[in-house]
């Protein structure tokens, strides 16, 4: 367990620490005295103590000097700028043929680690598939996925099976989707590839399923890593074939030697666009209900 204390000597008795503190380590029991450390066991580590106190007086054992930065007032966005780039943002899926620059992907997975994860869990692993080779493998085994998720569709029997486990609802809806899912595997196999779109980087989000969040977590990176890439000149696009025929089954997984029990997520195709959006068009009105 790591040391959490507080330095009594830099305490200015404020007790952010205290209100911070999700898991109530810090319990200042009476206002302008110093907070009193307990159950220290039950800290997830989400550097929260640290990161409120102005003062340095949290001292924890998980961040050391050096450990935590500075929030610079000057590189601060304006709503504006955020609802700029989160409209902008669009789904890229026509790539120049240029290698994309290992710095711009780090650049991304910067900003996908620092999404919220449940319970703190940091669970979420990348991997990034670069090799043309191993991406036309993977969009092998996405076509191959997408047949297989399609075909006890066809057998009368299997489908009374399916619809008695998923539901009639889930059911009709699927398979409603599973003509598009042969169609787009038959296009695949016959050399056009709109699973994939020949993107030279292929970013997928990985942990292990017995995570508390797994898949939310992932995600929540991955929204990350797309706005980030937008800043970074990167068109992106959600590869939600991929992401479907890896829950169906763990083929691609295996081939791109994750660890046993870990499954992906979220995906992104990723490269330098061909095509840049001056516009934006409007989306349905929001469903609000305010009570
Ligand atoms: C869960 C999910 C799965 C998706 N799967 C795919 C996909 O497999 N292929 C694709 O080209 N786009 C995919 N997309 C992108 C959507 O088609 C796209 O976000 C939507 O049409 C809105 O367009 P925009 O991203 O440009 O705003 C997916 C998006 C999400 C959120």
């Known amino acids: 367990m790591a040391e959490i204390r507080i330095d009594t000597d830099l305490c200015k008795k404020d007790g952010f620490c205290s209100v911070a503190c999700v ?5 200042q029991n009476e206002k302008g005295t110093v907070p009193e450390i307990v159950g220290p066991e039950s800290c997830f580590l989400c ?3 640290v990161a409120i106190c102005p003062h340095d007086a949290v001292v924890h054992g998980d961040f050391p000097d050096g450990s935590v930065g500075d929030v610079k007032p000057e590189h601060e966005s304006t709503y504006e700028q955020v609802l700029q780039l989160m409209r902008s943002r669009r789904s890229k899926r026509a790539f120049r043929d240029k290698p994309v620059e290992r710095g711009d992907i780090e650049k991304i997975i910067e900003a996908a680690r ?3 994860t ?12 670069q090799d043309p080779d191993r991406i036309r493998e993977v969009g092998r085994l996405t076509a191959e996925g997408l047949r297989k998720m399609a075909k006890p569709f066809h057998s009368p029997i ?3 099976f399916i619809r008695r486990a998923m539901g009639a609802r889930t059911f ?4 409603g989707f599973i003509p598009e899912l042969e169609h787009l595997a038959k296009l695949y196999d016959e050399g056009t590839d709109v699973l994939l779109n020949g993107a030279p980087a292929l970013l997928l989000f990985h942990a292990d399923t017995l995570g508390l969040s797994p898949g939310t977590d992932a995600n929540l990176g991955l929204q990350n ?7 970074v000149g990167l ?8 992401v479907s025929a890896c829950d169906r089954d763990d083929s691609i997984a295996r081939f791109l030697s994750l660890p046993e029990h870990h499954k992906i997520y979220g995906g992104l195709a990723l490269g330098y666009p061909k095509l840049t959006f001056k516009k934006w068009p409007e989306r349905k009105p929001a469903r609000v209900t305010w009570l």
Do not use: S
């Not at 898991?23 to 319990?27: A, M, P």
């Not at 009709?172 to 398979?175: K, P």
């Not at 890593?225 to 800043?231: C, F, P, R, S, V």
């Open 23 to 27: 898991q109530g380590i810090f319990r």
């Open 225 to 231: 890593a797309a706005l980030a890439a937008e800043t």
């Open 172 to 175: 009709d809806m699927i398979a």
């Open 118 to 129: 449940g319970h703190n869990a940091q669970g979420t692993g990348y991997v990034v598939v």
């Open 235 to 242: 068109g992106c696009y959600y590869t939600g074939f991929l």
């Open 114 to 116: 620092f999404a919220p």
């Open 158 to 160: 299997a489908r009374i």
């Open 47 to 49: 550097g929260q103590c």
